[in-house]
């Protein structure tokens, strides 16, 4: 692993056995990673870089302008979102049963008294799990029709980059957790855009075409997202 400045952006350079490079700016403070091919010298990274320093700064500036949730101590009183609606979160305590529902404007979590801030995030991330595992089948089986690929597989998990991610070979689909706490729209945005790489590997102006017959206001939506309240990320 090595860095080099352009610009006064500090960019982190990782070789991998793959063919071509790609960039990437990485939340929550926006920085800057390329992963380059071995065989790459220090000059061709370095124009490569230059070369995309203006999209570099325009993600950047994303970051800087989004608003992110202070860091959580699942307490009553803050505020959390399932489908794009914000929820006033209620603790309560039982020795019975860890429960998680909405109750009118509140999102009740029910735990014991003892429980740990990690213990309660678990807790809620599992029922975020639930809500996106009982809503995905629905949205995909939509998507695939319009799209008029299958994919064999899909699973959730909770990734700090990404909203989704595929495995073009596997016709494996991964979502990120996250999602559960978007507008239902991001979410058919993602399987749609993850269902689009089954045709078109690249982020191309092939690929573009595709979500623009498929998926018409998918730029919208993608702003929608980008713009959506996002998590507290540990540096």
Known sequence: MSK??????????????????????????????????????????RMFAVSRISWIKKQRKNFENQARQTKRQYVTGESYYVWGKRYRLDVRYSNIRNEVRILGGKLILQVRKESTPAQRENVLNEWYREQLKQTIPGVLERCEHVVGVSCAEWQVKNMRTKWGTCNIEKRRIWLNLQLAKKTPKCLAYVITHELVHFLERKHNDQFKQYMDQFFPNWRDVKETLNQQMLDYMEE
Request: overall charge neutral; hydrophobic content about 45%; charged content about 20%.
């Open 4 to 45: 080099l400045i352009i610009g006064g952006i500090e960019i982190t350079i990782i070789k991998k056995n793959i063919k071509n490079m790609y960039i990437r700016v990485l939340p929550p403070d926006g920085a800057v990673q390329i992963t380059a091919p071995y065989g790459a010298n220090e000059e061709t990274i």
